[in-house]
């Protein structure tokens, strides 16, 4: 597969090491009344959809960035590709 | 008899003869012979034996899809099973014998499988060799296994290299027949940058196989100019001897390109092949068709062929497969190889065509019928033929070309999971709309069969290619050729045929299938799996198709209803040397070498792997004959004077910023705010599950400036980690991460004169005193006069104990003045077993123990895990399962008797009850011998281990036999109230 870094362009998936579910980046309140819950859902329930997921990839032969690449599990189209970072923030993650 | 069966013409080069040698015996062929052809020339049909029933078998194809012709090619460690004679290149000195045979090939024994064919039948082995069970594997499985089977390996190390490499592309154009050159040679013209390749050693595909003129140009020798140019053309790579073995995703092929293959031994230098990853925008699939045999009895003796194998042989090889060839279709195509035979003067005993309406001939005889029966046990001698009629009628002959049709060759179109659609007017599948990204398939790979067509549809789409990827380019004026329209009647199998063969080199038969059918077997995947049809080296290439549509007919179906299985790379058999490339012996992973790795060499250390790193492992010294006297006078030396240890290999990540201090009280469980510059503290981290992850130290150098150490095999997942806190969990948090693991050299210098020792190296106005530099502290100092470093008094060993660390091009030289100025007190190297039994005399945990299944309560450390901050997995870990009574808690463990041992991997069980898993207290995770205690020391996990200290019980191992008393002690074997280590 080629994803296309928005820094470095069309770069092969050969150098990248796959995590898992964007929703990862939702870590929940650790002060929260149900972050018990909350961390367990977190940790443990991931959705493994046959089609379009958001995906955690870290580009660990080149730039070292987290990216979410919105890929297609079932034909492994990819229709885009984001850094981690500004994914995290439009979630609400800046401080 | 030499070369016998050789005829005028063909593109072979006359002025070069090779000898070689086919069971032992020798022949001569020609420059441009494949081994199949030189063997047909020289009269050679027999080749080899089947798989199951040992029948004799010949060739049956003139390229890579055969199933019959396999040989081992060469001898001694260069001998590689397997190989077709179809497309072996002869070459001079060539050796190639035949396979899967007892005895000679005229008189396999193991043929006797033939008489017993009713008892061989598919699902024999499931059904006949499952009792009793233990038989399988002593007696059942070597007597099949040396029975069926293919060729024989050397058992010898590869001596070729293999390399890897990779290409970019415009447009790859895969195939070198009439679509795939008219496709290159306008995309050639247009400037775009090409790869053209193909499988043969000569480019034109089926054009070097025919008769046809192009305008006035034979059909070769117009391939030959369009191949010239496209060589004059410096933005077109030609690869010949290439096959394309994979689709992937996103325009991305794999390639296996034949360098030294065609040669007797590689040219030096030279890889025997290599394995190519193209990176292309477009594709142009333009694979052709590969024809496809009928079904009837007797259908496998050696002479009998496909129709377009024979016409391929007496066309480009100039060889006739016999004298007396009938011919056997239900197409036009099968009439076409009559007439070129008749044309170059071979005898054509009859054509059988099942057509009523069948082209007839003024120059050979043409039979409306069916061909019901052979007869030649080690070469065809007659044809049985029964007639529209009835009437059952004979022809003697020595070679039968069979022709039922021609199947796209649309195995690419699918590795993306792609699906073939069928299409009644050609009898045949073709390729489907699910194409992988930016292919597109021209010519007979897309059921366009006439010659005219394959051009015109070649020079189509590669404008259109183009076009998508905006390059401009104009379609190339078409020659005059060929432009026949398809005629066929499907006709798969002879009815009431029964050992016909379908699959010829996985002995499949129609009534295997029938069978399969008859035992409910009869989705395709079922029908594979269940017959082995289409699983041999071939891939079904000529059988897939027969076996489906008998199939399709039992089952009252279609054969677009009945599908296909599914097509996976690689195309062709693809050796393991070119998937490995370099990678191998030495060279398997990449090997990372510690800066005192020359130094320890010159002293005969052992060396262990860790990760990629090469670690001493321990240092003998003359007179050491067991690595054990190393290893406790390592220990001793470190306990009562002083060691040094190459600890380079741990993880260090430099972490800067204004947050750092609350960046790094997110990654660890304990505290780090608060910490003092000039500190270390030892750090553990927790995954967010509440498990262990990795521990180590850290040191704050500064406000904003901390170095992590992490274990030497967690280095890359630590800082994968913490990037992803950084990253995705606190984005805007002012902290920056780097690994410098490689930046700095480090040396532990452990033992009671470590001080003094350091004294000596570490420039003077660095106080080394306790009071100055107290244990747990860090400064940036100078050694040896200027030189930068960073000093940790930390300590694995549980002694005063130093890490001392400076840029790595000076590891060398100090690790050599540490040995030298530390003579006056025996300095002693120790290895990673010292650097072992130290931790365990200490109880300090380590890999074994952060074993991915513990918590920071299972190593004793609960109570470091703060619960007045957020820190990743400080949640989870208070989960109620992970905190129950009954967890299990490190603890340590010593044999009553001193002279036994202790093993890791060991369980615990009380000293009275049964020895179960029911019953199972815990488990030992390191072992050694205390060399500074005299006898075996452990840690391990016992359940509730903190309250049972001073107990007896039993450990055990039943794999082993082995049942010691031990009491269970404090982990903390040597000095446990760290005195030594605050000295």
Redesign the interface.
Do not use: N
């Given at each position: 597969?080629?994803i296309n870094h928005p820094l470095l362009g069309p770069r092969?998936s050969a150098e990248f090491?796959y995590?898992g579910d964007a929703k990862?980046?939702d870590?929940p309140n650790?002060?929260a009344p149900t972050?018990?819950k909350d961390?367990?859902e977190?940790?443990?329930l991931r959705d493994n959809p046959a089609g379009w997921h958001d995906e955690?990839w870290?580009h660990?032969a080149g730039d070292?960035?987290?990216l979410v690449v919105t890929r297609n599990t079932l034909?492994?189209?990819?229709s885009n590709v984001a850094?981690?970072?500004?994914?995290?923030?439009l979630r609400g993650?800046?401080? | 008899m030499n070369q016998v069966n050789r005829l005028k013409g063909g593109q072979i080069d006359r002025s070069v003869t090779h000898r070689f040698k086919f069971d032992g015996k020798t022949f001569e062929g020609h420059q441009g012979d494949t081994l199949a052809s030189a063997l047909l020339a020289n009269g050679v049909r027999l080749m080899g034996r089947s798989f199951k029933y040992h029948r004799p078998r010949g060739v049956l194809t003139a390229g890579s899809e055969e199933p019959n012709a396999l040989v081992e090619l060469r001898n001694g460690a260069r001998q590689e099973p397997n190989s077709r004679a179809t497309t072996i290149e002869l070459f001079d000195g060539l050796l190639a014998k035949s396979q899967n045979r007892l005895g000679p090939l005229k008189y396999d024994l193991l043929a006797i499988n033939d008489r017993f064919s009713n008892f061989l039948t598919a699902g024999f082995y499931y059904k006949t060799f499952m009792w009793p069970a233990a038989f399988w594997e002593k007696v059942y499985e070597p007597i099949i296994r040396r029975a069926a089977g293919l060729g024989s390996l050397s058992q010898l190390d590869d001596p070729d290299v293999y390399d890897k490499g990779f290409l970019y592309c415009d447009l790859l154009v895969i195939g070198a027949g009439p679509a795939g050159l008219a496709a290159a040679l306008t995309a050639g013209r247009s400037g775009a940058e090409v790869i053209l390749a193909d499988e043969d050693f000569r480019m034109g595909g089926r054009l070097n196989c025919e008769s046809l003129t192009l305008d006035d140009q034979s059909a070769p020798a117009w391939a030959d100019d369009v191949v010239a140019e496209l060589k004059s053309l410096p933005n077109v790579r030609v690869m010949h001897r290439t096959t394309i073995i994979g689709a992937?995703?996103?325009?991305?092929y794999g390639a296996v390109e034949r360098i030294s293959d065609h040669l007797i031994v590689p040219d030096l230098g030279k890889p025997r092949q290599i394995l190519w990853r193209i990176?292309t925008k477009r594709t142009i699939l333009a694979t052709g068709a590969i024809e496809r045999p009928i079904a009837f009895e007797n259908n496998d003796r050696p002479g009998i062929m496909l129709a377009s194998a024979i016409r391929t042989y007496a066309n480009r090889f100039a060889v006739a497969a016999n004298k007396k060839i009938v011919i056997f279709t239900n197409n036009d195509d099968g009439h076409r190889t009559a007439k070129d035979l008749h044309a170059m003067g071979v005898e054509v005993c009859g054509v059988i065509d099942v057509r009523a309406d069948a082209p007839r001939s003024l120059d050979y005889e043409v039979l409306h019928g069916q061909v019901v029966d052979t007869k030649g046990r080690l070469g065809l001698k007659q044809v049985k033929i029964r007639l529209e009629n009835g009437n059952i009628r004979s022809l003697d002959c020595g070679a039968l070309g069979v022709s039922g049709g021609w199947n796209p060759n649309v195995h690419l179109t699918c590795h993306?999971r792609g699906r073939p659609t069928w299409r009644d007017d050609i009898a045949a599948f073709v390729p489907g709309v699910d194409l992988p990204?930016g292919m597109s398939v021209a010519g007979a790979a897309s059921g366009i069969m006439s010659t005219t067509g394959a051009l015109q549809s070649g020079t189509d789409a590669a404008c259109a290619a183009l076009s998508v990827i905006g390059i401009k380019s104009r379609a190339i004026t078409i020659p005059q050729t060929e432009d026949a329209p398809v005629s066929i009647q499907p006709f798969w199998y002879v009815r009431g045929c029964r050992r016909a063969w379908i699959d010829l080199q996985n002995d499949v038969t129609v009534k295997d299938i029938q069978l399969s059918h008859q035992e409910g077997f009869r989705a395709v995947e079922h029908l594979k799996r269940y017959t082995t049809l289409g699983m041999a080296t071939d891939q079904g290439k000529t059988s897939n198709m027969g076996g489906l549509a008998i199939m399709a007919e039992l089952a009252g179906t279609s054969i677009p209803k009945a599908g296909t299985t599914i097509f996976r790379p690689p195309y062709t058999p693809t050796a393991i040397g070119v998937f490995a490339g370099r990678h191998r012996g030495q060279d398997f992973h990449p090997k990372r070498l510690t800066p005192s790795h020359k130094w320890a060499k010159e002293q005969g250390a052992a060396f262990v792997e860790v990760g990629n790193w090469m670690r001493a492992q321990w240092f003998p010294l003359a007179g050491e004959t067991k690595w054990r006297e190393s290893v406790d006078r390592e220990v001793l030396a470190v306990r009562t004077s002083v060691g040094v240890c190459d600890v380079t290999t741990l993880g260090k990540i430099d972490v800067q910023g204004a947050e750092a201090a609350e960046f790094l009280n997110k990654i660890y469980c304990n505290g780090f705010a608060k910490l003092a510059v000039g500190k270390c503290r030892y750090g553990l981290m927790l995954r967010?599950?509440g498990i262990a992850k990795d521990d180590g130290t850290a040191a704050r150098l500064a406000d904003d400036h901390f170095v992590v150490t992490t274990t030497t095999a967690n280095a890359?997942p630590v800082y994968?980690h913490m990037?992803?806190v950084r990253?995705?969990?606190?984005?805007?948090?002012d902290v920056q991460l780097i690994s410098t693991t490689e930046s700095w050299a480090q040396y532990a210098v452990a033992g009671p004169n470590s001080r003094a020792l350091l004294q000596k190296i570490i420039d003077p106005f660095t106080d080394l005193s306790n009071d100055a530099f107290p244990f747990m502290s860090c400064a940036n100092v100078t050694v040896c006069g200027g030189l930068r470093a960073r000093l940790f008094r930390i300590s694995f060993s549980g002694e005063l104990a130093y890490e001392l660390a400076v840029p790595t091009a000076y590891g060398d030289a100090l690790i050599r003045k540490i040995i030298a100025v530390g003579a006056e007190f025996n300095v002693t190297p120790y290895g990673t077993e010292a650097l072992g039994v130290l931790r365990i005399e200490k109880g300090h945990a380590a890999g074994n123990e952060l074993n991915g299944t513990t918590t920071a309560q299972n190593l004793g450390m609960g109570k470091l895990v703060s619960k007045t901050k957020?820190s990743i997995g400080?949640?989870?870990s208070?989960?109620a399962a992970l905190t129950a009574p009954g967890t299990l808690c490190q603890v340590g463990i010593k044999p009553l008797n001193p002279a036994d041992p202790v093993i890791a991997g060991a369980h615990l069980m009380n000293e009275k009850g049964p020895i179960d898993a029911a019953h199972d207290q815990g488990y030992v995770t390191s072992a050694c011998f205390s060399p500074n205690l005299g006898h075996a020391i452990a840690i391990g996990f016992l359940k509730d281990g903190d309250l049972r200290l001073g107990e007896k019980m039993r450990l055990v191992s039943p794999l082993t036999g082995i049942e010691t008393k031990i009491e269970i002690v404090s982990a903390h074997f040597i000095d446990p109230q760290g005195e030594r280590l605050r000295a």
């Open positions: 597969m080629i092969d090491i995590l990862l980046i870590r650790w002060q972050a018990a961390f367990y977190y940790a443990y955690l870290f660990e070292r960035s987290w034909t492994h189209e990819i850094l981690a970072r500004d994914v995290a923030r993650r800046s401080k | 992937f995703d996103h325009g991305i990176y993306q990204l967010e599950d890359l994968r990037e992803f990253q995705c969990l606190f984005p805007d948090m957020d400080s949640i989870l208070e989960r």
